[in-house]
């Protein structure tokens, strides 16, 4: 598969800088081809805004999506933008690489959605979950996350894991059609031992080696719902 | 009640900014006292990086929220920060006025989280939920969103609204201790009449005027939890 690894830790040495350069180490062995997106390193700006467009459908008014649509087909988005939309549109696996800040992206992350997950050419009208525009591409997150295994879960402290991250596991990645891959999970990681962190990294190696034949997480179907999007009666 | 707003739209004629107008007309009538972060106006930078301290724990590797505990103590937060973590600790309602980018906060406001919500004040150890540094604050969401309002609920194409936004309500507000006031919001707002707008408007009047008197969302306890945050059985 082709791989856009978008990576977005402010510490280099981190342990979620060091889960990146294993999937880099990785992947190429595995068969497939990986493009990164170094969002810090980079300098990435994550705000939307109305200098992202050389040109305007409505010069007086913004409306942001409506914008990204004319841009995107009128060639004139901001060249960063342009940039990681084609890397978007080049990949078939798009691995999301960050610690969880706040159970969900940190700013950086979530402002590169913002701005690169394009309406027109991601999703539009009814053109969103398995009728998204980036159907037939897979999302996969790698996570590291203060809390521990336990706090997560039907009983638990914070409830589920995947009710935490369902805004980006279900309302970004499988809103534009993307098959979702479990996230790959390393808890507690500013306490834990190098031991334990190195079984985190085992851990990865072997889901690594497998991406190929990971189930997705199951959602609903548009099939299931009329033109209106009222569910239908069966 | 003194209250911080929070506002976070691209659009000044946006109707999200015109909810902001509203806020702001109203609230001194019905005595409460106001003061506004429009963050786009503030042109505010959401990124967290190790520029954001100036003095460190550790100057060789950036534990981002240690950094914040560190500094805050240190009185060393860069600025732009120290400026808004003042207004949060002033406040006794923090809200939050923001158009709904992929079921969540646009960027610029998930790094005003990011960056605001300083570890040790806002939270630390088991200081979260009902036990969190704001404990005793009230926060509420006004949102603008493209969807419709039947899109949303339990058996809806993109289930309870609540769910979708869970990570903001749940794990960022409630996390700080505030009693989190159910979301005020405005559906399908690019697409409707004018008369459905001003009837957003008045429905938002009505909100502001009972404010004190909202029912807080039901969130656990962590009396519930032992010391080590596994349920307690009963």
Same mark, same amino acid.
């Given at each position: 598969?082709?791989?856009?690894?978008?990576?977005?830790?402010?510490?280099?040495?981190?342990?979620?800088?060091?889960?990146?350069?294993?999937?880099?180490?990785?992947?190429?062995?595995?068969?497939?081809?990986?493009?990164?997106?170094?969002?810090?390193?980079?300098?990435?700006?994550?705000?939307?805004?109305?200098?992202?467009?050389?040109?305007?459908?409505?010069?007086?008014?913004?409306?942001?999506?409506?914008?990204?649509?004319?841009?995107?087909?009128?060639?004139?988005?901001?060249?960063?933008?342009?940039?990681?939309?084609?890397?978007?549109?080049?990949?078939?696996?798009?691995?999301?690489?960050?610690?969880?800040?706040?159970?969900?992206?940190?700013?950086?992350?979530?402002?590169?959605?913002?701005?690169?997950? /394009?309406? *027109?050419?991601?999703?539009?009208? @009814? !053109?969103?979950?398995? #009728? %998204?525009? +980036?159907?037939?591409?897979?999302?996969?997150?790698?996570?590291?996350?203060?809390?521990?295994?336990?706090?997560?879960?039907?009983?638990? /402290?914070? *409830?589920?894991?995947?009710?935490? @991250? !369902?805004?980006?596991? #279900? %309302?970004? +990645?499988?809103?534009?059609?993307?098959?979702?891959?479990?996230?790959?999970?390393?808890?507690?990681?500013?306490?834990?031992?190098?031991? /334990?962190?190195?079984?985190?990294?085992?851990?990865? !190696?072997?889901?690594?080696?497998?991406?190929?034949?990971?189930?997705?997480?199951?959602?609903?179907?548009?099939?299931?719902?009329?033109?209106?999007?009222?569910?239908?009666?069966?």
């Amino acid at each position: 598969m082709k791989i856009l690894l978008v990576h977005a830790h402010p510490e280099p040495q981190s342990f979620c800088a060091a889960l990146k350069s294993e999937a880099l180490a990785r992947l190429p062995g595995h068969g497939h081809e990986v493009r990164v997106s170094d969002l810090y390193e980079m300098n990435f700006d994550p705000v939307a805004r109305d200098t992202d467009f050389g040109s305007r459908a409505n010069p007086d008014y913004l409306v942001y999506a409506l914008e990204q649509r004319h841009n995107q087909k009128a060639g004139t988005l901001k060249a960063d933008i342009a940039a990681e939309v084609d890397k978007l549109l080049w990949c078939d696996l798009l691995l999301l690489n960050f610690p969880v800040f706040w159970f969900s992206m940190p700013a950086i992350l979530k402002g590169w959605i913002d701005r690169v997950f /394009v309406s *027109g050419v991601c999703y539009g009208g @009814l !053109r969103f979950y398995d #009728r %998204g525009g +980036l159907a037939g591409k897979k999302a996969m997150t790698t996570i590291t996350i203060g809390g521990q295994r336990h706090m997560f879960g039907p009983d638990a /402290v914070h *409830g589920e894991l995947e009710t935490m @991250l !369902r805004p980006l596991l #279900r %309302g970004t +990645l499988y809103y534009v059609g993307m098959e979702v891959l479990p996230p790959f999970v390393a808890w507690h990681v500013p306490y834990v031992s190098n031991e /334990v962190r190195a079984g985190y990294l085992e851990d990865y !190696r072997a889901r690594l080696a497998t991406l190929d034949d990971i189930e997705p997480l199951a959602f609903p179907s548009l099939d299931d719902f009329d033109e209106k999007l009222h569910p239908r009666r069966r």
